[in-house]
């Protein structure tokens, strides 16, 4: 059984910065594609960023250079910077991967708010 669980949200100001980690059950190498999503309330859940195993990277356009995904191949962790936040930013942040199947994690909420 595959796990992907999400760390670090919370609530910032805009401008601000926060670090979400995703820790995965198995070896990084293990997915073609990990990355995040997001779900605003009433929106649908919209890529935010993947790394495919040859490490090439994709970002929304909404997040491109503010947003940077990194792995962490020995501690299988994935990583989300997330800088200058915007109030349009916040969502529930969803940690994917996909071998076979897609694999999902419980998602962790990100607030940005004055």
């Known amino acids: 059984q595959v796990q992907l669980e999400e760390s670090g949200g919370g609530l910032v100001q805009p401008g601000g910065s926060l670090r979400l980690s995703c820790a995965a059950s198995?070896?990084?190498?293990?997915?073609?594609?990990i990355g995040w999503y997001r779900q605003a309330p009433a929106k649908e859940r919209e890529l935010v960023a993947r790394?495919?195993?040859?490490?090439?990277?994709n970002y929304a356009d909404s997040v491109k250079g503010r947003f940077t995904i990194s792995r962490d191949n020995a501690k299988n962790t994935l990583s989300l910077q997330m800088n200058n936040l915007k109030p349009e930013d916040s969502a529930v942040y969803y940690c994917?991967?996909?071998?076979?199947?897609?694999?999902w994690g419980q998602g962790t909420q990100v607030t940005v708010s004055s």
């Open positions: 790394i495919n195993s040859g490490g090439n990277t």
């Open positions: 994917y991967g996909f071998m076979i199947n897609n694999y």
């Open positions: 198995r070896s990084i190498f293990s997915f073609l594609t």
